[in-house]
């Protein structure tokens, strides 16, 4: 696979880093080289978050996102600020209540998915959004084995909520499925 | 976090492979007090200390957290505290301590934005010449700084060798770029590590005696058997205060030779990437090292010879490698996010035609690999 770098960007608490976390360590159990890092203020909540994923089958030199080949955002304000740094065939990954110009759509796979409407309304829990979003980062670019992001989501989730996870997980996938049909 | 068994390969946070590297080379206490980017350092003592027999203490403040350390190896227990850059330098008295009083610690100081409490979140290296003379008096001092997560897991083993080797403080440098970023890590298992426990023989029951040609006390533990006075004043054979100008001279001498000596075995280390063809070299440390190892794939895809050589140990400092190495470059390009610290040694010490150029950054970004192209590319024009 070609080098895949990317960039995770919401409001603190959204759970973005931990989503840049599972595929990190779903890619390395499939047996990739992985970094992850993130960025974020000293506030515990609310600030502008930024967490990134380097994946690749050779050695990770520098491993920091210079142009993502996704862009994942969750709010308004971290997709203004991040879209305006993208590669000319970044794939942009959207909550569907974020605005995207239209001129972005001549170049770009956009993705614009009901992320967190589904973490509410079928999961019936808004801290799955994260969850979504990384299934459907998953399916989008193919990075690791279904298999490998099942076990990932089931490391870094609190006991009993296996099956909601696993659950939000698919649905992310199928999510990206449908919007491509 | 991953369930408990200890795999052999895991994804782990710089700081996470500190822990597991000092617990496999035979940490059982801590105590510090949490600041970021060091917390996960804590955290992880915490976590897994108790799993494996040992120790975690939340101090009441930085000085404690140093100082219980240093009780617990006086003690014979192998010791860690972690901090960063407001907190490093609480602790800089309680260094100098562990220098005369030759107690074995690893100090963990996991750099971040400053001076004072600056910005807690963001990469820096502005603690490197606090590493090396922060604590007063004339000491020797090593530090290690490593640029990925397995190499913060191998050198953390080897900075508690070389702490109980030489009874010595060692300084851990790592930085917020390394401390919180995850890669894959082998925990490579004790029993297949060089491990080195301190000696404990004591010569004629005199804590501070030591053999012909050595330079290095063994003591006894407290609690071992032997009744002995340590005290952060010069002393005599039996550790108690001495104003004999004479002793203070040679135990100063001895404690400033034992790292000299001994700096050929084991205690530097360094590494060099593509220097063999190379007229450009670069120099650098920590995590600085990935934003250049980034930028010599770019530069040499663009025809320029360039090289790094990095100091792992880099305190005491690889001078006589970097002087002969630097004989062939005609660029020596000194990378480090801060105003030009390593800088001052470089400049000290590289004479001749070699032109010594710097790249610092000290906003809290980290600098990219194209930062450092554009500085190559100019130099060439």
Known sequence: MAKEQLRFTGSGGQGVILGTIIIAEAAFLDGKQVAQSQSYGPEARGGMCKAETIIDDKKITYTKVELPSLLLSLTQVSFDKYVKKIAPDTVIVVDEEINVPERLYAKHEVLKLPIIKSANEVIKNKMAANIISVGAVNEALQIASVKSLEEAVVNHIPKGTEEMNKKAMHLGAQLVKDARK | ?381
């Open chain 2, 1 to 381: 976090m991953p369930n408990n068994k200890q795999k052999r390969f895991q994804l782990l946070q710089g700081n996470e492979a500190c822990v597991e590297g000092a617990i496999a080379a035979g940490m059982r206490f801590y105590s510090g007090y949490p600041i970021t980017p060091s917390t996960e350092i804590a955290e992880r003592s915490a976590l897994r200390l108790p799993q494996v027999g040992g120790k975690f203490v939340q101090m009441e403040d930085e000085i404690a957290g140093i100082a219980a350390a240093l009780g617990a190896s006086v003690a014979g227990t192998k010791s860690m505290t972690a901090t960063s850059g407001p907190g490093f330098s609480l602790k800089q008295e309680n260094i100098g301590y562990a220098t005369i009083a030759e107690i074995p610690i690893v100090i963990v100081d996991v750099m971040r934005s400053g001076p004072s409490t600056g910005l807690p979140t963001s990469p820096s290296q502005g603690d490197v010449m606090q590493a090396k003379w922060g604590t007063h008096g004339d000491h020797p001092v090593i530090a290690i700084c490593p640029s990925s997560v397995q190499d913060t897991y191998n050198q953390t083993v080897r900075a508690f060798n070389l702490s109980e080797r030489f009874r010595t403080p060692v300084i851990l440098l790592m930085d917020e770029i390394v401390g919180h970023m995850r890669e894959g890590c082998e925990l490579i298992p004790t029993e297949e590590l060089e491990i080195h426990n301190r000696n404990t023989n004591m010569i004629n029951s005199m804590p501070y005696a030591f053999g012909e040609g050595q330079y290095v006390p063994h003591m006894t533990s407290f609690g071992d058997g032997h009744l002995y006075n340590i005290t952060g004043l010069f002393h005599d054979e039996a550790g108690f205060p001495t104003n004999d100008n004479e002793i203070a001279g040679e135990e100063n001498s001895r404690i400033m030779e034992k790292i000299k000596v001994y700096k050929y075995s084991g205690i530097l280390e360094y590494e060099e990437q593509q220097m063999e063809d190379a007229d450009i070299g670069i120099v650098c440390y920590g995590g600085t090292t990935r934003a250049v190892e980034g930028a010599i794939e770019k530069a040499r895809d663009m025809g320029y010879n360039v090289g790094m050589f990095r100091p792992i140990t880099l305190w005491p400092f690889p001078e006589h490698e970097l002087i002969e190495r630097a004989k062939q470059l005609k660029r020596l390009i000194v990378v480090e996010h801060n105003y030009g610290q390593v800088l001052l040694t470089v400049q000290g010490i590289i004479k001749g035609d070699t032109k010594v150029e710097f790249i610092g950054k000290v906003n809290g970004t980290t600098i990219t690999p194209d930062e450092i192209v554009r500085n190559i590319e100019e130099g060439e024009e």
